[in-house]
């Protein structure tokens, strides 16, 4: 099993759709969560972390984790086409404190 | 201007080359990676350095080899390149402990 499980789509939404994008873990020592966006031939750019368990609102964007279910979401109210990327998941924590990735789930929204 | 940038950002090279990949950040971190996204966008953590020193190193062949000059630079030779080298690369920086991490433009390298 991977550490962090994440759908690798596509997803594809109408413009003006509330988008959910999740991600599972297996390793509860993982403490900080972080959602990445990445456009096409572009690096990842962070988008928002969270410590912990609960909610986290920027603008159109929510992230949620919640550690019991080792589950954590990313909501996005009001989707445009400059919406349309890939969004990776993170997590750090344990022993190492290492960084760990999602797949990527690759989201278009269309106009 | 730009934060973390990656040298060159295309690399189209013959098997049993060896090449190398430069990455310069002028944010002032202190820590410094490579990171290795495949054809299915999945990022994996090759190598970390925090000061030059090395603190990551995954399960990597030892035909890569990163060098850190100073804290501000991290570089990536791969001797001997194989098909499946194939890949982006990405350097990324950050404070040690701290959450954001920042990632270059990356290199696509393709091995023939």
């Known amino acids: 099993q991977k550490e962090v499980e994440q759908d690798p789509g596509p997803l594809s939404v109408p413009e003006g759709a509330i988008v959910s994008l999740n991600c599972t873990y297996s390793?509860?020592?993982?403490?900080?969560f972080m959602w990445y966006r990445q456009y096409s031939r572009k690096g990842p750019e962070l988008l928002m972390y969270?410590?912990?368990?609960g909610n986290k609102e920027d603008g159109r964007f929510t992230a949620q984790v919640d550690k019991s279910s080792k589950y954590i979401s990313l909501f996005i109210r009001d989707s445009q086409p400059s919406d349309s990327a890939t969004y990776l998941c993170?997590?750090?924590?344990?022993?190492?404190?290492?960084?760990?990735f999602g797949t990527g789930t690759r989201l278009k929204v269309l106009a | 201007d730009t934060a973390v940038s990656q040298t060159p950002k295309y690399l189209v090279t013959q098997m049993g080359n060896d090449k190398s990949i430069k990455c310069e950040q002028n944010?002032?971190?202190?820590?410094m990676y490579w990171y290795k996204q495949d054809s299915k966008k999945f990022l994996k953590i090759m190598f970390s350095?925090?000061?030059?020193?090395?603190?990551i190193n995954e399960t990597v062949p030892n035909r890569f080899s990163p060098k850190s000059p100073d804290k501000a630079h991290l570089n990536l030779h791969i001797n001997s390149l194989e098909l499946g080298d194939s890949a982006v690369y990405f350097c990324?920086?950050?404070?040690?402990?701290?959450?954001?991490?920042?990632f270059g433009p990356g290199t696509r390298l393709l091995v023939l």
């Open positions: 990324a920086s950050s404070w040690r402990n701290e959450e954001t991490q920042y």
């Open positions: 390793n509860s020592a993982f403490q900080y």
């Open positions: 969270t410590y912990s368990s």
């Open positions: 993170a997590m750090r924590g344990g022993i190492d404190y290492k960084y760990i």
């Open positions: 944010l002032g971190h202190d820590t």
């Open positions: 350095y925090n000061n030059k020193e090395l603190i």
